[in-house]
Each structure stands twice: as C-alpha cells, then as structure tokens.
C-alpha cells in the first residue's frame, strides 16, 4: 500500500492495518501467545525491538505508549504549550532509550488489559485525525510545531506503519514458532 497523501488514506491505511494486525491477533493460538519472542538465531533482524519485545503485551504496549504521545504532543501544541513530540529529555537520536523506558514501565499489565488499551487508543487516534482537513493534516509546516513534517506523518508512523511493524514481528514469531518444532 502506497504511503498515504491525504486524510481519507490515513483513515483508510490506519482502520486496514489495525483491523490486519487484530484478526492475525485473534488468529494466534495459545502457544504462540505463551511462548516468549526469540529472534536471536536471525541475523538480519538487528535493530533493538527485535531483543525488546519479548510477548503480544509488549508489542501492543509499544503502539500504546506511541499513540498517547501523539495524542498528549497534538493537545498540548493546540492549546499553544510548545512542547516536542518525545518525551522530555528524548531526542529522535535517543528515542530508542524512551523505548525501553517505555518498555519498563508496561511489564505489569495483563495483555488483556494491553489490547483493550490498544482499542481504546486506536479509537481515540482516528477520532482526533477525523478533526483535522487534508492541509491541516497534509500541508507541509502547516503548523509550526511539526517542524519540516507535517502533522498527518506523525499519524501514520503512530498507525498504520506501527500496525504494519508490530504484524511482521507477529508473523516472524509465529514463523519462529514453526521452524522450531
């Protein structure tokens, strides 16, 4: 699917991907779902998440934790408090520490709790896009506190893309789970 260029293709890619990302969940069986995540005999899968996240909580939390930042950064920049998207403290190049603070703090909630959460906040995410037109969304430093990019990235990366990334962690999971037996 071709990265979305105005709101009726953010709200489109955003409700496909959750909705593909919730079946595939509802599809897991019990040993998939009990079984800890372990990508470490994959070379190619590097980056820091593949380590991180050890179960569907994890994963789900992570999207979480992402959208109430977007939701808490729009409210915020709104209401005319100048703040940045990350946590303070954060910077795009340290974000991946905010991750495993994020990660941290979420290792208590039941994942049943994670995915009525998820629900939630997918809810609340489509609603707030819904508010906004196709220049507030989509023009380029329509507003000011989303420097260079504009506001409808900061929804996709929060939405369809990280729906997209948590399926394939999901499905190499799965796939782990069949190479092993």
């Given at each position: ?15 496909d ?22 990508f ?122 990280h ?19």
């Open positions: 699917m071709a990265r979305p260029a105005n709101k009726q293709q953010l709200i489109s890619a955003a409700a991907n959750y909705d593909k990302l919730t079946a595939f969940i509802a599809s897991m069986n019990e040993e998939e779902l009990n079984t800890p995540f372990d470490s005999a994959d070379e190619k899968k590097k980056e820091a998440h593949w380590r991180r996240d050890k179960n569907l909580r994890d994963v789900i939390m992570h999207l979480v934790r992402w959208q109430e930042l977007l939701q808490i950064w729009v409210a915020n920049n709104m209401k005319g408090l100048t703040v940045q998207f990350l946590l303070p403290g954060y910077t795009w190049k340290t974000y991946g520490d905010m991750n495993i603070l994020f990660w941290k703090e979420c290792q208590n909630i039941p994942t049943d709790d994670a995915m009525k959460r998820l629900s939630d906040s997918h809810r609340q995410i489509m609603n707030l896009a819904e508010r906004f037109t196709d220049k507030e969304l989509f023009g380029k430093a329509h507003y000011n506190w989303t420097g260079t990019t504009s506001l409808g990235s900061y929804f996709i990366s929060t939405t369809s893309a729906y997209d990334w948590a399926l394939k962690k999901l499905k190499a999971h799965r796939k782990n789970m069949k190479s092993i037996k």
